[in-house]
């Protein structure tokens, strides 16, 4: 079992920047891929970022291309997400993840964090 928090949340103005971080414990000593998401009121969960156990491979959703960078620290055994440029869109509570491998699919992440609330006010 793996356990993920994540914090960092809270209100921006758009163009501000931002930096989410994503805990593990737990079976930390297994390698695992691990991921962002976000869901906005009334919309569906949708992929943001994910990255490669080393930190080798990332993959980001077009529409943060660009704007959000997504990096880890296994040796602290958390992951972070920057996020810069903020558009009020990108208002939605952040999930991180984490699998056996970069994907952008909910199925493909067995853990999941508790979300943390970012917006980002016009």
């Known amino acids: 079992q793996v356990q993920l928090v994540e914090s960092g949340g809270g209100l921006v103005q758009a163009g501000g920047s931002l930096r989410l971080s994503c805990a593990a414990s737990g079976r930390t000593s297994d390698t695992y891929a691990m991921g962002w998401f976000r869901q906005a009121l009334g919309k569906e969960r949708e992929f943001v970022a994910a990255?490669?156990?080393?930190?080798?491979?990332?993959h980001y959703a077009d529409s943060v291309k660009g704007r959000f960078t997504i990096s880890r620290d296994n040796a602290k055994n958390t992951m972070y997400l920057q996020m810069n440029t903020l558009k009020p869109e990108d208002t939605a509570v952040y999930y991180c993840?984490?699998?056996?491998?970069?994907?952008?699919?909910?199925?493909?992440?067995?853990?999941w964090g508790q979300g943390t609330q970012v917006t980002v006010s016009s």
């Open positions: 993840a984490a699998g056996g491998r970069v994907g952008i699919r909910e199925y493909e992440y067995d853990y």
């Open positions: 990255i490669s156990w080393r930190g080798a491979y990332t």
